[in-house]
């Protein structure tokens, strides 16, 4: 097993018996994946869901005609389904062994002195759609990435490290390809929703004790100061939309929700959202 896939494998299997902790965080996930649910007729799919610790699967499946979950971790989504007791359900389904970047393999290859020229940082922004799309029933009527984006771009960091010369670029293009994947997978009118972790408390202290009410100036002060993981400043994110040609052809609305507070281990994140509608009547 490469490194990357065993870093992803350790986290969930660190992380499983968190349940508790992480009720917050899924009632307001769990909120998010039911708005404009129809029973019985929408698919939702949920990108990166691993220990599903942040997804109220009883619900989400009342709420949706079918769910999808999707994750490299064949464990965590086996163990996810029978803790929540619908591991018989017929309409969740489980796609275990998806690589969500397409490049996995390739970046647990790299070093601190691989060159990565044009061609490779192409296929970063090319390769999860490519890979991913075919292998999943799409379009789905809501697609979710559920705090994915931080551990994909810590696959840069963990492979070139922050002193390589096209660290930036390596992150600019797994972001690119990540949120380009949300978008192909939903269908034209639907709605895709990027949930991310932006910095935690070990950074940022003043997350522990601040009133949810403050959480949206805290934001902005991150911001401002640069303060965040990397790749997920939600100033760039929202650019993007924008700014990439791709992205700016297929969706036609986004809107910025209020952050929240995540509860892993010892530490408090501070999460925020972009949910986004991929304009209708696209042919593919």
């Known amino acids: 097993m490469n490194?990357?896939?065993?870093?992803?494998l350790e986290f969930n299997a660190g992380s499983r018996g968190q349940w508790d902790g992480f009720a917050d965080h899924r009632a307001r996930v769990t909120r998010l994946l039911e708005t404009g649910a129809r029973p019985g007729e929408s698919r939702l799919c949920v990108l990166g869901a691993g220990n599903c610790n942040d997804l109220d699967l009883p619900t989400l499946l009342k709420a949706h005609g079918e769910v999808y979950l999707v994750d490299l971790d064949q464990e965590a989504l086996t163990q996810a389904a029978e803790r929540q007791g619908v591991a018989d359900h017929p309409s969740?389904?489980?796609?275990d062994g998806i690589?969500?970047?397409g490049m996995i393999d390739v970046l647990a290859t790299w070093s601190a002195t691989t060159a990565i020229g044009p061609r490779e940082l192409a296929c970063l922004v090319d390769e999860p759609a490519r890979r991913v799309v075919s292998t999943l029933p799409?379009?789905?009527?809501l697609v979710a990435s559920t705090c994915l984006l931080s551990p994909l771009v810590?696959?840069?960091?963990?492979?070139v490290g922050e002193a390589h010369p096209q660290f930036m670029a390596i992150v600019q293009a797994i972001r690119a390809g990540h949120l380009r994947l949300l978008t192909q997978l939903t269908a034209p009118g639907g709605t895709a929703l990027l949930i991310t972790d932006v910095v935690s408390s070990e950074i940022v202290p003043a997350l522990v004790a601040l009133p949810d009410a403050a959480l949206p100036e805290l934001l902005n002060q991150i911001v401002r100061e640069r303060n965040y993981f990397h790749g997920v400043n939600p100033e760039i994110l929202w650019s993007l939309f924008e700014d990439d040609p791709f992205?700016?052809?297929?969706?036609?609305e986004r809107e910025s929700l209020t952050p929240w507070r995540w509860k892993l281990h010892a530490r408090l994140y501070l999460v925020w959202a972009i949910r986004f509608?991929?304009?209708s009547g696209l042919i593919r």
Do not use: E, I, Q, Y
């Open 3 to 8: 490194r990357s896939k065993g870093r992803h």
């Open 92 to 95: 969740l389904h489980r796609r």
């Open 99 to 101: 690589d969500l970047t």
């Open 138 to 141: 799409a379009p789905f009527d």
């Open 154 to 159: 810590g696959n840069a960091f963990h492979s």
């Open 247 to 252: 992205l700016r052809v297929l969706v036609t």
């Open 277 to 279: 509608k991929v304009a």
